[in-house]
């Protein structure tokens, strides 16, 4: 198992950063659009999606917003955080096979333990395909804990 530390309300610092990477495979795609129920073709039939703007299949943009979440609940706050609010626009879409790299800055301690977070998130070419916004309850407390291992999934 891995272990995950989080950074309580009162060691946050306005401009402390923390990023998130993965990249973005068809076994992602596939089960995001099965988890959320999205089966939009744009993200599932490269037929469908060459007649779109896209001229290809991109990716959700909620599994952005997702990972923007995992990156928030693991890494910056981490373990503990409970989100309250998430504003964000999508600048440029993400196709299979980019690396998308969360970057969070803290943006403003607010009282009762509440943080203001920039959610930004970048591809391989540092081009920004995200930009947003958090808000967010910090833990009171420093803990570790572990993160569970997830069982085996398979498609198809």
Known sequence: MTQSSNTPYEALEVGQTASYS??????????????????????????????????????HGMFSGALISAA?????PGPGTIY?????SFQKPVKLGDTLTVRLEILEKLPKFRVRIA??????????VVDGEAEIIAP????????ATLPPISIG
């Open 84 to 88: 309250v609010g998430q504003q964000m």
């Open 72 to 76: 928030v609940a693991c890494t910056l």
């Open 22 to 59: 993965k990249s973005v495979e068809e076994r992602d795609i596939l089960l995001f659009a099965a988890v959320s129920g999205d089966h939009n073709p744009v993200h599932l039939d490269a037929e469908y999606a060459a007649t779109t703007m896209f001229k290809e299949r991109i990716a």
């Open 119 to 128: 959610t930004r998130v970048f591809n391989q070419h540092d081009e920004l």
């Open 140 to 147: 009171r407390k420093a803990v570790t804990v572990e993160l």
